[in-house]
């Protein structure tokens, strides 16, 4: 059972109103039209190329992915397309019917399922590959749910996960410039990243993610996204290009993860 019913129910609520984007894309939900516009903006944050670095899909072919928060299943369509067998898990059946959907319409197939990530509907030693981008950090325990992955990852497993970095720009610069501005508590700045009424967000340091993370092995972290919209206004509208370039991989909003399961 999970440790915190109420609030992730809280979570749920707010998602299954609020899909990932959804109110930057001018097309209805489950549309070609809503997909290409998605991954529009999705590949403006992350390239195709670094998506397939990062996700490493063609090596996963034949073999079992599980995506946690799988979304409208862009991530986990990428792993379907490149012959992986894959299942996908998220909170709220508007994810699950967006993923679904984009199934149809490439012609592949998964597993969907609802559920959450401090409870994984899975047994044991399950996965060769788990992924999780942009969601842990809602989730009320992020240590219950790497607890879950850990148990349904197989022995010399995957583990490639996102999460909202503190020693970033926006969260260091941005945010406290914006804090001292209109009173509000940086806390409730990460929520309202996702959108107002956001019940949860969080962010992690490199150190805080590898405690997170400490019963794994083979760790790699790495720092990635920095827009001119993440800095102050006055800041951002001057900086050229290639110092933006410089500091992304340093003071990015994105911190990632790579990591195995022993």
């Not at 919209?229 to 951002?236: A, R």
Request: with cysteine; charged share 25%.
């Amino acid at each position: 059972m999970s440790l915190n019913p109420r609030r992730i129910e809280d979570i749920r609520k707010f998602w299954e109103s609020h899909p990932v984007a959804a109110s930057a894309i001018p097309h209805p939900l489950g549309t070609p039209e809503y997909f290409q516009c998605y991954d529009r903006l999705r590949e403006a944050n992350e390239s195709v190329a670094f998506s397939y670095r990062l996700h490493e899909y063609r090596e996963f072919s034949s073999r079992r992915v599980l995506d946690i928060g799988c979304g409208n299943g862009y991530v986990l369509s990428k792993y379907a397309l490149e012959g992986a067998q894959v299942y996908g898990v998220d909170i709220t059946q508007t994810a699950l019917d967006l993923c679904s959907r984009r199934f149809v319409l490439l012609g592949s197939d998964g597993s969907l399922c609802q559920g959450n990530a401090e409870e994984l509907p899975f047994k044991e030693a399950m996965f060769d590959c788990v992924c999780s981008m942009g969601v842990l950090h809602h989730t009320p325990s992020p240590a219950r749910a790497v607890e879950e992955i850990f148990r349904v990852l197989k022995p010399q497993g995957r583990f490639i996960v996102m999460m909202y970095h503190r020693n970033s720009a926006l969260f260091r610069f941005t945010f406290s410039v914006r804090s001292a501005l209109t009173g509000k508590p940086t806390s409730e700045l990460v929520d309202e990243v996702d959108g107002p009424g956001n019940p949860k967000g969080d962010v992690y340091s490199k150190g805080e993610l590898r405690r997170l993370l400490n019963r794994f092995g083979d760790l790699q972290l790495f720092v990635g996204l920095l827009q001119r919209e993440m800095l102050w206004s006055k800041v951002g509208s001057v900086l050229p290009d290639w110092l933006l370039r410089m500091g992304e991989p340093h003071v990015g909003w994105f911190l990632y993860a790579k990591c195995i399961k022993p």
